[in-house]
T-cell receptor, first 113, second 113 residues
Framework: EAGVAQSPRYKIIEKRQSVAFWCNPI?????LYWYQQILGQGPKLLIQ????????DSQLPKDRFSAERLKGVDSTLKIQPAKLEDSAVYLC???????????FGPGTRLTVT | AQKVTQAQTEISVVEKEDVTLDCVYE???????LFWYKQPPSGELVFLIRRNSFDEQNEISGRYSWNFQKSTSSFNFTITASQVVDSAVYFC??????????FGPGTRLSVLP
């Protein structure tokens, strides 16, 4: 069974530029999560989708971050404009509905210079 | 607000020793879920276990065991007869009713040959 796919794996941008990350969850997983993991810290939930709807986006910096889940499958996370403190690994995870056992993708390492 | 504390930042043990990773959580909800994840040097987070707040039964899976005690708000993880492959960062996480996922800061375990 294919795992959670993410692209790109690495991205380097200058501050004030924009960037987008893509995630394809495990087939059949209705719930999709985006996390930010800063080096040396635990993952921080940015947004949780259940099918097309947003369940939790309380920690998403909405002035610069946005996310959407296309047709309840793939998802895109965007940062516009990026700041130096956005340098982190962005993780996507998915789970069966009501299971909450999350399976993570390899992440996208973002460096903002 | 919910919180997860992992007081041990780093632990080093020699192979075949037993090791316990501590996790203390805070929540006001009566319905919550607790998790442990492993992040090996490769970086991809791996799900280990989920426990819900109504099930205090301890669990054993091979060399891994978990001790959930609501009275002390703890969910500790023990590795018996540790192996070099157990070297990783281990995260404890909490979710209130399937939302508001919070990860602890992690404990880095080094198992020396």
């Amino acid at each position: 069974e294919a795992g959670v796919a993410q692209s790109p794996r690495y991205k380097i941008i200058e501050k004030r530029q924009s960037v987008a990350f893509w995630c394809n969850p495990i087939s059949g997983h209705a719930t999709l999560y985006w996390y930010q993991q800063i080096l040396g810290q635990g993952p921080k939930l940015l947004i949780q989708f259940q099918n097309n709807g947003v369940v939790d986006d309380s920690q998403l910096p909405k002035d610069r971050f946005s996310a959407e889940r296309l047709k309840g499958v793939d998802s895109t996370l965007k940062i516009q404009p990026a700041k130096l403190e956005d340098s982190a690994v962005y993780l996507c995870a998915s789970s069966f509905i009501w299971s909450y056992e999350q399976y993570f993708g390899p992440g996208t390492r973002l460096t903002v210079t | 607000a919910q919180k997860v504390t992992q007081a041990q930042t780093e632990i080093s043990v020699v192979e075949k020793e037993d090791v316990t990773l501590d996790c203390v959580y805070e929540t006001r909800d009566t319905t919550y879920y607790l998790f442990w994840y492993k992040q090996p040097p490769s970086g991809e987070l791996v799900f280990l276990i989920r426990r819900n707040s109504f099930d205090e039964q301890n669990e054993i899976s091979g060399r891994y065991s978990w001790n959930f005690q609501k009275s002390t708000s703890s969910f500790n993880f023990t590795i018996t007869a540790s192996q070099v492959v157990d070297s990783a960062v281990y995260f404890c996480a909490l979710s209130e009713a399937g939302q508001n996922f919070v990860f602890g800061p992690g404990t880095r375990l080094s198992v020396l040959p």
